[in-house]
T-cell receptor, first 119, second 117 residues
Framework: AQTVTQSQPEMSVQEAETVTLSCTYD???????LFWYKQPPSRQMILVIR??????QNATENRFSVNFQKAAKSFSLKISDSQLGDAAMYFC????????????????FGKGTKLTVNP | NAGVTQTPKFQVLKTGQSMTLQCAQD?????MSWYRQDPGMGLRLIHY???????DQGEVPNGYNVSRSTTEDFPLRLLSAAPSQTSVYFC????????????????FGPGTRLTVL
C-alpha cells in the first residue's frame, strides 16, 4: 500500500519570503499522480498544484511550485513571496492510476503541515 | 454552479443514534466519494461511487452505508453512531476515469463536523 509522509508538522515563514514544505511517499508503481491541497481555517480543501509522475518538468502555479524527485520519491512544495492568506494546513496526496484501482480515485493523504505566515 | 454541497455543517449525536450526511454536486460528475478527517491523521476514504447504482468500500467503511440512486447525490448513513465516528466528513467528486488529466481533479465539499457523545 502507498504511504505519504509529511515530516514537518508545523512551519512558519515571514511575509514575502519563501518556504518549502516537504513530502515523501512510498510506492511500487511507476505511474501515479501527486497533489498538494490547502486547507484554511474554513476547512475547505483547495487544490494547489498537481504533478503527473511521467512528466519530468516540475509543475508551477503562480507563486507555487514543486520539486519532484521521482527516484527519491520526494515531492516538495515551494511557496514564493508568502502572503498572509497562505496560512493554512497543507496536505500532500498520492493517487494511483485510475485503471489500477477498479474505479477508485482514492487519494492517500499525508498528515499535513500547518503553515503560519508572520507579518 | 454550486459545486459540491454538504449538509449539515455541524451535527451532534448521541451514541446509538442514526443520521444521514447529505452530499450533492451539480457538475455532472460520475465519481463521488466520502472521506473522514481526524486530528493528525489526514483524510481517509470511507466509500466511493463510480456512477449511479455503483458503490464500493474504501479504507475505513465500517459503521457507514452509502447508496447512489442519482448522479447528483451521494448520502452517507451512520447506522448507530459511536464516539469513534466523531470527525470531520468530506464529500468529493470528479468526472472519473477520464483520459484528459484536466478533467480529473477532485473537488471537495465544505465538510460536516460531527460529534458523537
Amino acid at each position: 500500500a502507498q504511504t505519504v509522509t509529511q515530516s514537518q508538522p508545523e512551519m512558519s515563514v515571514q511575509e514575502a519570503e519563501t518556504v518549502t514544505l516537504s513530502c515523501t511517499y512510498d510506492t511500487s508503481e511507476s505511474d501515479y499522480y501527486l497533489f498538494w491541497y490547502k486547507q484554511p481555517p474554513s476547512r475547505q480543501m483547495i487544490l494547489v498544484i498537481r504533478q503527473e509522475a511521467y512528466k519530468q518538468q516540475n509543475a508551477t502555479e503562480n507563486r507555487f511550485s514543486v520539486n519532484f524527485q521521482k527516484a527519491a520519491k520526494s515531492f516538495s512544495l515551494k511557496i514564493s513571496d508568502s502572503q498572509l492568506g497562505d496560512a493554512a494546513m497543507y496536505f500532500c496526496a498520492y493517487r494511483s492510476p485510475y485503471h489500477t484501482q477498479g474505479g477508485s480515485e482514492k487519494l492517500v493523504f499525508g498528515k499535513g503541515t500547518k503553515l503560519t505566515v508572520n507579518p | 454552479n454550486a459545486g459540491v454541497t454538504q449538509t449539515p455543517k455541524f451535527q451532534v449525536l448521541k451514541t446509538g443514534q442514526s443520521m444521514t450526511l447529505q452530499c450533492a454536486q451539480d457538475m455532472n460528475h460520475e465519481y463521488m466519494s466520502w472521506y473522514r478527517q481526524d486530528p493528525g491523521m489526514g483524510l481517509r476514504l470511507i466509500h466511493y461511487s463510480v456512477g449511479a447504482g455503483i458503490t464500493d468500500q474504501g479504507e475505513v467503511p465500517n459503521g457507514y452505508n452509502v447508496s447512489r440512486s442519482t448522479t447528483e447525490d451521494f448520502p452517507l448513513r451512520l447506522l448507530s453512531a459511536a464516539p469513534s465516528q466523531t470527525s470531520v466528513y468530506f464529500c468529493a467528486s470528479s468526472y472519473g476515469g477520464r483520459a484528459d488529466w484536466g478533467l480529473d481533479t477532485q473537488y471537495f465539499g465544505p465538510g460536516t463536523r460531527l460529534t458523537v457523545l
